[in-house]
């Protein structure tokens, strides 16, 4: 059983700023990337952040220079800094992992967190 807790979402005034967190645990073997995604009301699930193993990461063009994704391979966790934060960035933000939960079983699979909840007052 793999689970994926978010947390530090909240209520703030534009051009604050936010620190959210992802914990990932449970029977993984290897996380092989971990990323952050948002889905704003009426729209589309969109992925704002990505950190696969080795690489270097990637964003959205709509978050550029104001996000910064990190991981903590010890902890099985990743953090999304979130500055400069406007009111279209409202959305709930979800953390997934791509991970093996056996050694010398390479498929991958995509777990999800269950959201937190980002709202930016204008």
């Known amino acids: 059983q793999v689970q994926l807790v978010e947390s530090g979402g909240g209520l703030v005034q534009a051009g604050g700023s936010l620190r959210l967190s992802c914990a990932a645990s449970g029977n993984i073997f290897s996380i092989n990337a971990m990323a952050w995604y948002r889905q704003a009301p009426g729209k589309e699930r969109e992925l704002v952040a990505v950190m696969r193993s080795g690489s270097r990461p990637s964003y959205a063009d709509s978050v550029k220079g104001r996000f910064t994704i990190s991981r903590d391979n010890g902890k099985n966790m990743v953090s999304l800094q979130v500055n400069s934060l406007a009111p279209e960035d409202t959305a709930v933000y979800y953390c997934?992992?791509?991970?093996?939960?056996?050694?010398?079983?390479?498929?991958?699979?995509?777990?999800w967190g269950q959201g937190t909840q980002v709202t930016v007052s204008s």
């Open positions: 997934t992992a791509d991970l093996t939960l056996h050694p010398g079983d390479n498929r991958e699979f995509r777990y």
